[in-house]
């Protein structure tokens, strides 16, 4: 890739932005017992605004789902479950929605399922399926995001959340987001690919703006832009996001764009990028692994499928495995 063409896809790339979580309080059937500090739902629900986890508190779904609805004459803004103060956990949990109106929301009112900002934490062992608006083109739909000011790459007050053995499929926009000053810990979950591919760029996991922390031991679908104007959808992006270590994953589905890691001093190891089924026809883009930041280590990966298997990576042992290449 010439470096116009990487200036231009980079001012291109449809990206999770940078906005908080709504503070609605909820009108909702969920109930909880309560021990000590754990908050467990008692069965399944509906909500048609955020529940907050208290501060200190974990969340256990006991295995039930909480679904989220639109309020009377109006819609469901903001995060399904979020937390209420600097420190949170979410086990045993599925989220889903049903039938939300396809409204575009900014800032704090953009739909999420699970969301963290400002507190350090675990989500585990839980479920968000199907958070979407239906065939929506709104930037918004992530089904985990863990957030914390400022988002320039400073870390003054860095939030640690890990993120493992969940399941997520069938979002709008984004699997799991980390954005700002947040060091997370990625590991054993199953993304799944965006709903909506054919409205918007979508991206399974996303590391951006100053976060760092791993990617490791995933199952993730990657996805495809199927509009006709010049964006790109991944599976894995990781945007100013130094020293960020995406490893040992399983990469899969149909992705414009594998691994696409615009960062520095990052590591890229003994990943596995498979890409499967036909290209779109308006997919202006087939990249493996794209090495666009400096000091990356991008080492033993395997990549199978792309018309371009590797970019901007010179070393480093990665193999091109064979398999067919897809024609535009």
Not at 86 to 99: D, E, F, Y
Not at 223 to 236: E, H, K, P
Request: aromatic residues 6%; negative net charge; hydrophobic residues 40%.
């Amino acid at each position: 890739m010439n470096r116009k063409k990487v200036v231009v896809l980079l001012l291109i790339i449809a990206l999770t932005g940078l906005f908080g979580v709504s503070q609605a309080g909820a009108a909702t059937s969920c109930t909880f017992t309560i021990t000590g500090s754990t908050m467990t739902l008692d069965g399944d629900c509906t909500t048609d605004s955020t529940i907050a986890i208290p501060d200190g508190f974990t969340l256990d779904g006991a295995g039930n789902t909480i679904t989220a609805v639109d309020p009377p004459a109006d819609h469901f803004k903001g995060a399904v479950v979020a937390n209420g103060g600097a420190t949170a956990h979410v086990i045993n949990l599925n989220v889903t929605v049903s039938g939300l109106a396809n409204v575009c929301d900014g800032g704090a009112d953009r739909l999420r399922g699970i969301m963290f900002e400002g507190a350090s934490g675990s989500i585990k062992h839980s479920s968000v399926m199907g958070l979407n608006q239906g065939a929506s083109g709104c930037q918004e739909g992530i089904a985990i995001e863990v957030r914390n000011a400022p988002f320039d790459g400073t870390h003054p007050n860095t939030q640690f959340v890990e993120i493992a053995h969940n399941e997520l499929a069938d979002y709008q926009k984004t699997g799991i987001v980390a954005n700002g000053d947040v060091n997370v810990d990625i590991h054993h979950n199953d993304v799944g690919a965006s709903a909506t591919q054919a409205n918007l760029a979508a991206n399974s996991v996303q590391l951006g703006f100053g976060a760092t922390g791993s990617v490791q031991h995933n199952h993730i679908d990657g996805n495809q832009w199927m509009g006709t104007s010049n964006f790109a959808a991944t599976a894995v992006l990781v945007y100013l996001a130094d020293d960020a270590d995406v490893s040992l994953n399983n990469i899969r589905g149909n992705a414009d764009i594998g691994i696409y890691f615009f960062a520095n001093n990052g590591v890229v190891h003994n990943n596995r990028v498979f890409d499967e089924g036909a290209d779109h026809p308006n997919s202006a883009y087939d990249y493996g692994i794209g090495d666009w930041g400096s000091g990356n280590s991008v080492t033993n990966n395997k990549v199978r499928g792309y018309d371009i298997p590797y970019d901007g990576v010179t070393d480093g042992n990665n193999k091109v495995i064979p398999g067919p290449q897809h024609s535009p």
